[in-house]
C-alpha cells in the first residue's frame, strides 16, 4: 500500500512567515498529489491539485512543487487565516487514494 | 452553486444499522466520482471508497471493505455510506467529495484532487 509521510506533523510559526511542509511517498506517484488545508470543525479544502496547480480561487501565496516521491507545500507569507492543519493525498493507487497524516499549524 | 449537502447527525447504538446520505446539486453527479472520507475524533484523514454514480461502479479501501457499503441513487443526484452493524469504534465524522475533473466540448479529464465536499455527517455509536 502507498504510505504518505508528512513532515512536520506539527509546526509553529508566525504571520508573515514562510513555511514548508513535506510529503514523502513510499513509492513513485508521478504529480498525482493533492493538498488541503483543514480548519477546526470545518470539511477540508482542496488547495494543490497535480502536486502543483493552483485550485482556483486560492491565494498565490500557497504553492506545491515535487513528483514522485517527494513532495513539497509552501506558504509563502502566512496569514493569520492560514493556521489550520495541512493533508497531502495521493491518488496513483486506485482504489485507495490514501492521505497523509496530517501538519498542524500553530 | 455546486454542493454536496450531507444528512444530519446520528447516534446509534452497537449492533444498529445506518445510512447516510450526500446530495449533489449544480452539476452532473453521474459524470463525477463521489469519495468517502473518515475522521475519528481528533485524528487525520482516512480514505474510504469511491463511487461512480453513473452506473454505481464501487471500489473500496482495504481497510473499509466488507465494513460499509457505498451505493448512490442517479434519480435523486444522491450517494449513500451504510453499515449494516455499527460498532462503537464507527464514531467518527464522515465526509463526502466530489473528484474534481476538467471537462471541455468533447471530453472531460479526472485530475487528482476532491473539489467539492460535504458539511460533514457525524455518527455516535453508544450504548
Known amino acids: 500500500a502507498i504510505q504518505l509521510t508528512q513532515s512536520p506533523s506539527s509546526l509553529s510559526a508566525s504571520v508573515g512567515d514562510r513555511v514548508t511542509i513535506t510529503c514523502r511517498v513510499n513509492?513513485?506517484?508521478?504529480?498525482?498529489l493533492a493538498w488541503y488545508q483543514q480548519k477546526p470543525g470545518k470539511p477540508p479544502k482542496l488547495l494543490i491539485y497535480?502536486?502543483?496547480t493552483l485550485e482556483t480561487g486560492v491565494p498565490s501565496r500557497f504553492s506545491g512543487s515535487g513528483s514522485g516521491t517527494e513532495f513539497t507545500f509552501t506558504i509563502s507569507s502566512l496569514q493569520p487565516e492560514d493556521f489550520a492543519t495541512y493533508y497531502c493525498q495521493q491518488f496513483n493507487s486506485y482504489p485507495h487514494y490514501s492521505f497523509g497524516q496530517g501538519t498542524k499549524l500553530e | 452553486e455546486v454542493q454536496l449537502v450531507q444528512s444530519g447527525a446520528d447516534v446509534k447504538k452497537p449492533g444498529e444499522s445506518l445510512k447516510i446520505s450526500c446530495k449533489a446539486s449544480?452539476?452532473?453527479?453521474?459524470?463525477?466520482?463521489i469519495g468517502w472520507v473518515r475522521q475519528m475524533p481528533g485524528k487525520g484523514l482516512e480514505w474510504m471508497g469511491i463511487?461512480?454514480?453513473?452506473?454505481?461502479?464501487?471500489a473500496y479501501s482495504p481497510s473499509f471493505q466488507g465494513q460499509v457499503t457505498i451505493s448512490a441513487d442517479k434519480s435523486i443526484s444522491t450517494a449513500y455510506l451504510q453499515w449494516s452493524s455499527l460498532k462503537a469504534s464507527d464514531s467518527a465524522m464522515y465526509y463526502c467529495a466530489r473528484h474534481g475533473r476538467h471537462c471541455n466540448i468533447s471530453t472531460c479529464l479526472d485530475y487528482n484532487g476532491m473539489d467539492v465536499w460535504g458539511q460533514g455527517t457525524t455518527v455516535l455509536v453508544s450504548s
Open positions: 513509492q513513485g506517484i508521478s504529480s498525482d
Open positions: 497535480d502536486a502543483s
Open positions: 449544480g452539476y452532473r453527479f453521474t459524470s463525477y466520482w
Open positions: 463511487i461512480w454514480p453513473g452506473d454505481s461502479d464501487t
